[in-house]
């Protein structure tokens, strides 16, 4: 499978585009769209320079680490998840005053087809272009104007059709590791469901001896379907030594349950 952006690549280029003066909001799009059903969104961008800028509009594919949930970037078309076929941008190329802004109108087209009753996803790239002067066919004195893409901004694009409602999530593993000399816990998460879920997860820490508990902020994260999230927790700073009971808990967004995972630890 060609990728041809790694994640290091997606935090830097996200970094020089806001260099540059430039922002995006929202940088998630979700739809819910029932087959056969058109629906559009809007994207803003704001040019925050002195200078007018202007921008190209595509869409490109990505999936995610089962490990980190970082994202890889791919192309159109690539993931079998893809929402590339049935997405489209207006405008898909256009100029921002300095100070200004622009909205994108993001139109998502659902076919009434068997294979559009599943959660798809994809991005959408905003690059910044700039224009270069270029011979033509190698001759000096015949100029032709083409456009260089230099600077992109991700924004990610779901689709989960109403129809598909089951969420369902399982703990594969609750332990704990070491970073040098400083003992943490991993928590590991896996979407089991066809839905995309939107998770909380958060540690119970219990003295069995003397009763003392605390509970760690809570964590949140999304995971697709057949994705997967390893949380990694810190031990309470103020933790009394002693032996502890901790629960690993995981809200995904079910009305009648929730994840737990429990372990011994002891604390020296």
């Known amino acids: 499978m060609k990728r041809f952006f790694s994640s290091l690549s997606l935090l830097l280029i996200v970094l020089s585009i ?4 430039a922002s995006v909001s929202p940088t998630r799009v979700f739809y819910n769209n029932r087959l056969g059903e058109s629906r559009t969104q809007t994207v803003t ?7 007018s800028q202007s921008y190209q509009v595509s869409f ?24 590339s076929p049935w997405i489209s ?3 898909s190329y256009f100029t921002v005053q300095p100070g200004e802004s622009m909205e994108i109108k993001v139109t998502l087209d659902i076919p009434n087809t068997p294979e559009a009753h599943k959660v798809k ?8 272009a700039q224009e270069q002067v270029t011979p033509i066919g190698g001759n000096q004195n015949q100029i032709g104007m083409g456009i260089v893409n230099s600077f992109q901004i991700i924004v990610y694009m779901f689709q989960s059709p109403p129809s598909i409602t089951e969420k369902d999530a399982t703990i594969y593993d609750f332990r704990t590791v070491n970073k040098g000399d400083q003992k943490q816990l991993m928590l590991c998460t896996e979407n089991t469901s066809p839905s995309i879920i939107d998770c909380r997860t958060y540690l119970e820490f219990t003295n069995v001896q003397t009763g003392w508990s605390h509970t760690t902020k ?37 009305s009648s349950e929730i994840k737990a995972a429990e372990m011994e630890m002891t604390v020296e």
């Open 60 to 83: 490109i594919d990505f999936e995610v680490d089962n490990r980190q949930g970082k994202p890889t970037l791919m192309q159109a078309n690539e993931n079998p998840h893809s929402i």
């Open 45 to 51: 961008v704001l040019n925050k320079t002195k200078e």
């Open 121 to 128: 996803w994809g991005a959408m790239s905003i690059k910044l």
């Open 89 to 91: 941008a207006t405008p």
């Open 18 to 21: 806001f260099g540059q003066g």
């Open 218 to 254: 809570r964590k949140r994260f999304t995971l697709l379907p057949g994705g997967a999230k390893e949380m990694i927790f810190d031990l309470p700073v103020d933790i009394p030594l002693g032996k502890y009971s901790v629960m690993g808990v995981v809200d995904y967004g079910s």
